[in-house]
């Protein structure tokens, strides 16, 4: 059975930073692509980053392109969201997803499997 688990979210004041970790287990998904997707109350889920397997390419949702760095350990089956200099806005659930395939991109329907989230915090 696969599963993606989160960790790193948490509370933070504005100009912070996170890292959040998602570890993949019951599969190795070291060919495949890998995402983060975050979703505010209220809002739809929206696209973070994503990196292609052996992290050789990588996507970043504009508005977060300088801030936010996506990475991977493929011997650990873990792949990472590096948050810097963030905003009340920045508040959500951060949700790690992973593709069967190598495809990358921003659509909720390339990704296949999803964790459970990890609640960030921003206070102003």
């Known amino acids: 059975q696969v599963q993606l688990l989160e960790s790193g979210g948490g509370l933070v004041q504005a100009g912070g930073s996170l890292r959040l970790a998602c570890a993949a287990s019951g599969r190795t998904f070291s060919g495949a692509t890998m995402a983060w997707f975050r979703q505010a109350p209220g809002s739809e889920r929206e696209f973070v980053a994503a990196?292609?397997?052996?992290?050789?390419?990588?996507n970043y949702a504009d508005s977060l392109k300088g801030r936010f760095t996506i990475s991977r350990d493929v011997a650990k089956n873990t792949v990472y969201l590096q948050m810097n200099s963030l905003k009340p806005e920045d508040t959500a659930v951060y949700y790690c997803?992973?593709?069967?395939?190598?495809?990358?991109?921003?659509?909720?329907?390339?990704?296949?499997?999803w964790g459970q989230g990890t609640q960030v915090t921003v206070s102003s």
């Open positions: 997803a992973a593709a069967r395939g190598v495809r990358i991109g921003a659509a909720v329907g390339l990704y296949d499997y």
């Open positions: 990196i292609t397997g052996r992290g050789g390419s990588t």
